[in-house]
């Protein structure tokens, strides 16, 4: 079992920066991918960024490159979602997930195992 804890969440001014975090505690050796995906109201969950835990290898899903950039601790227990560039569509709840086993989508939520509470992001036009 692993647990994740979020936070770094908040309002963000319009063209501000943030850094979310997102912590495992728990069985942390199993978990291959960490990966970050959002929901904004009346929206589907959308994957964002994931990361390898075993090989360090990054993927942004195409609409988050640029802007958005994950990276692990050195421990590989805590995982971080950087965001620059802040607009009203950012606006979201940003979840932290892991997987058990490698993943065939790497953005594909029914991939992942175990789910952050969520962090929900507010940036104000």
């Known amino acids: 079992q692993v647990h994740l804890e979020e936070s770094g969440g908040g309002p963000v001014e319009d063209g501000g920066s943030l850094r979310l975090s997102c912590t495992a505690s728990?069985?942390?050796?199993?978990?291959?991918?960490m990966a970050w995906f959002r929901q904004a109201p009346g929206k589907e969950r959308e994957g964002v960024a994931a990361?390898?835990?075993?090989?360090?290898?990054?993927y942004n899903d195409r609409p988050f490159k640029g802007r958005f950039t994950i990276s692990l601790d050195d421990a590989k227990t805590t995982v971080y979602l950087q965001v620059r560039n802040l607009s009203s569509d950012d606006t979201a709840e940003y979840y932290c997930?892991?997987?058990?086993?490698?993943?065939?989508?790497?953005?594909?939520?029914?991939?992942?195992?175990?789910w952050g509470q969520g962090n929900q992001v507010n940036v104000a036009s």
């Open positions: 997930t892991a997987s058990l086993d490698n993943v065939a989508v790497v953005f594909h939520p029914s991939e992942y195992n175990f």
């Open positions: 728990g069985n942390t050796d199993n978990p291959w991918w």
């Open positions: 990361i390898s835990r075993r090989r360090g290898v990054s």
